[in-house]
Structure formats: structure tokens, C-alpha cells
């Protein structure tokens, strides 16, 4: 009689770039029911230089219990990808790890990197990033717990903002597209959303402030994103990280703003940096339930051995794309985009 082979499928998980609420959850999701189907997963960490350094571990069921409910990922993760003229080394190490596939979870910058060294290697892409600007998927998870934490910000800043009579300036995320600003803003009714991809006048908005302040409005909050703008001038940059796919970090537009609104207008104003604390909550049910079925999708996938996509969400659904499609220009805030129409229904200056 013939012998069935035992051998258990040994696949490789990696979370590149910025961390994203939600990663811990793919990372439980993928391990359950990967090894449900008999593959061992191979945890690389820190991104890749898990793969460069041989730095892996062996993750099992026991290990991931729980981990869905905390925000990071349990597998570290870098910014840096660092593959550029060491393709020949990636595909060696690859082969030493005796992976027989690999699952990735990352941003624009992650898959460009992986593009450049995995030539032929059998991959799947798992879209990431609060931003919610990757192409070729409709909504990124992380992005509604990002949303959730400037919301609340943006509620609670409004007691102190009306105590004081002041007007608050609260910066999110969101370096070329306004997804957080504009979610995270349209939930809180904030009374002013700047946005990337909508460049403002100062004359436009400094009019809008004192038609507020003329209606008795005792404080305002103003929700912008980091890399807004006023029109005709460009977005502040703090400084550079060497080695990141997209090396600029923004940062100093709220302070600015606020400045010159209390300059311009006499009115006293303030400004909150929520930075990091929106990549570092636990996720949202909404970015639970996403990341519970995109792990899913992913196990099938290798239980199909349908390799070199990526698993998306279209139309309400989980479903499979080419892996090029995430490796397209931004999704950015579209000017006819129904929630950039709601905030111009309540009068909210966008
Ligand atoms: O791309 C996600 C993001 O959170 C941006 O919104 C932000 O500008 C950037 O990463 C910050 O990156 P770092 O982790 O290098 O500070």
C-alpha cells in the first residue's frame, strides 16, 4: 500500500510597517485555522529582517490565544524594508527557513519590497494600514479603531474648548489622504475637517471661524489631518526616517494652525497631537471582525495553494485580488466622496 505523507506544510507570517490595530487579530485568525488544516506557521519577526536574520518562531494556537484583543503585533514589526540589492540573499534565507509559502501583512511599502526580492516565491498580501489609503481594497483594518480614537478625543476636547471659549486644533494621521481626519471627524461632528486632498483658503476659513463666533459659538473643534494644507502652500515635514519606503513624517501643521487662528482672529486656541495612541488601541469589533474573516480567507487560500494574491474587501465581502493591486497609487478622499458631501450637509467647513 502506498504511504500517505504526513509532512506538514511549514508557512511563513510577517507583519511589515507601521503597526496597525488588528494585526494581532490576523495573526490568531491565520494561526487557529492554519493549523486546524495541518501547516505549521513560521512567526518572522520584526518584518524583514526576520527573514534576513533567521529570527522566527514557532507559533501555535496556545501562543495566539487572546492575541485578537490587543493592539501591535506580537511579531514585531519595521518600517524599514531594506531588500534593495539583496534580492539574491532574501531568496536564500527563504529557502533556508524551508517555507513553502508566506503570508505578509503590510502597507504600499512592505509589498514594493516584497515585489523587488520574492520573484517566484509563493505569497499572500494582507492589506495594513490605519490610513485606509491602500489601493485595491475598500477599507484596511486598523482604520475604524484610528477613527474611534480621534472621535473620542474630538468629543472630550469639546468641554474644555467651551469652558474656555477656545478654539482646539486636534491633528490626526493621515499623511497624502484624510481618511482618519474626515471618519474620525465626521463622527464627532467636528465643526471643521482639513483634509490632504482638499487644500484651503486662509481668507475661507478664517470667515467661517467669526461667522461661528458671531452665532455665539463659545469653542470649536477643528479635526486636520497632518498633512493638510492651506492651498498654495505645502505640508509641514518634521523630519526624515532614512530607510522607509515613504521617508517624510509630517508633523507641526495643528501647532501652526493654531497660532495663526489666535493671531488672526483674537480668538484663544489650543492643539492636541494624537500621533501613536492612534495605532496603539485595541481594535475596534468592526477591525475584529474584518481581521477574524481576512485570517480565514487567508488559510483557505493556502489550503488551495492559490498563491501570489492578495486577500481585500469589496463590496461588504472578503474576497481575493491580484497581489498588484495593492501596489497602486493611494486611494485618496475622491471631492464628490458621499462623506465629504454629509460634512458639507452639516455645515461642517471641509
Ligand atoms: O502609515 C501609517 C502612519 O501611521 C502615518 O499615518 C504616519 O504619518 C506614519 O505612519 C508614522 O510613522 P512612524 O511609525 O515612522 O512614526
Given at each position: 500500500m502506498a504511504s500517505v505523507s504526513t509532512k506538514r506544510k511549514r508557512i511563513g507570517l510577517m507583519t511589515g510597517g507601521g503597526d496597525a490595530p488588528g494585526l494581532n487579530g490576523i495573526i490568531e485568525s491565520v494561526v487557529r485555522s492554519l493549523d486546524e488544516q495541518g501547516c505549521d506557521v513560521i512567526g518572522i519577526r520584526d518584518g524583514f529582517d526576520g527573514i534576513y536574520n533567521i529570527d522566527t518562531v514557532h507559533l501555535t494556537p496556545q501562543i495566539v490565544l487572546?492575541?485578537?484583543?490587543?493592539?501591535?503585533?506580537?511579531?514585531?514589526?519595521?518600517?524599514?524594508?531594506?531588500?534593495?540589492?539583496?534580492?539574491?540573499?532574501?531568496?536564500?534565507?527563504?529557502?533556508?527557513?524551508?517555507?513553502?509559502?508566506?503570508?505578509?501583512?503590510g502597507g504600499d511599502g512592505t509589498f514594493e519590497g516584497l515585489s523587488r526580492v520574492s520573484d517566484g516565491l509563493p505569497l499572500i498580501g494582507v492589506p495594513k494600514t490605519i490610513d485606509n489609503d491602500l489601493a485595491g481594497t475598500e477599507v484596511t483594518f486598523g482604520y475604524d479603531t484610528a477613527c474611534a480614537v480621534v472621535a473620542e478625543a474630538a468629543d472630550a476636547l469639546r468641554a474644555t474648548a467651551e469652558a474656555h471659549k477656545r478654539v482646539i486644533v486636534v491633528e490626526a494621521m493621515g499623511r497624502t489622504a484624510g481618511w482618519i481626519a474626515l471618519g474620525g471627524g465626521l463622527a464627532a461632528y467636528a465643526d471643521v475637517i482639513l483634509i490632504p486632498e482638499r487644500p484651503f483658503s486662509r481668507e475661507r476659513l478664517l470667515k467661517h471661524l467669526a461667522d461661528q463666533r458671531d452665532l455665539g459659538r463659545r469653542g470649536l473643534i477643528i479635526v486636520a489631518a497632518e498633512g493638510a494644507a492651506f492651498e498654495g502652500e505645502s505640508a509641514s515635514i518634521a523630519f526624515r526616517v532614512e530607510g522607509s519606503p515613504q521617508a517624510e513624517r509630517f508633523g507641526g501643521f495643528a501647532e501652526m494652525l493654531?497660532?495663526?487662528?489666535?493671531?488672526?482672529?483674537?480668538?484663544?486656541?489650543?492643539?492636541?497631537?494624537?500621533?501613536?495612541?492612534?495605532?496603539?488601541?485595541?481594535?475596534?469589533?468592526?477591525?475584529?471582525?474584518?481581521?477574524?474573516?481576512?485570517?480565514?480567507?487567508?488559510?483557505?487560500?493556502?489550503?488551495?495553494?492559490?498563491w501570489n494574491k492578495a486577500v481585500v474587501f469589496r463590496k461588504g465581502q472578503v474576497t481575493r485580488a491580484p497581489l498588484s493591486d495593492l501596489m497602486q497609487p493611494p486611494r485618496l478622499v475622491a471631492g464628490d466622496h458621499r462623506w465629504v458631501k454629509w460634512a458639507q450637509g452639516l455645515k461642517i467647513f471641509i
Open positions: 487572546g492575541a485578537h484583543a490587543r493592539a501591535g503585533t506580537l511579531l514585531g514589526t519595521s518600517n524599514k524594508t531594506r531588500t534593495r540589492g539583496r534580492e539574491k540573499e532574501f531568496q536564500e534565507k527563504f529557502r533556508t527557513l524551508k517555507l513553502d509559502g508566506m503570508i505578509a501583512a493654531s497660532r495663526w487662528i489666535e493671531k488672526e482672529l483674537d480668538w484663544e486656541s489650543r492643539h492636541v497631537v494624537l500621533g501613536h495612541l492612534q495605532r496603539s488601541r485595541a481594535p475596534t469589533t468592526t477591525d475584529r471582525f474584518l481581521t477574524l474573516g481576512m485570517g480565514m480567507e487567508v488559510a483557505q487560500m493556502v489550503a488551495e495553494n492559490d
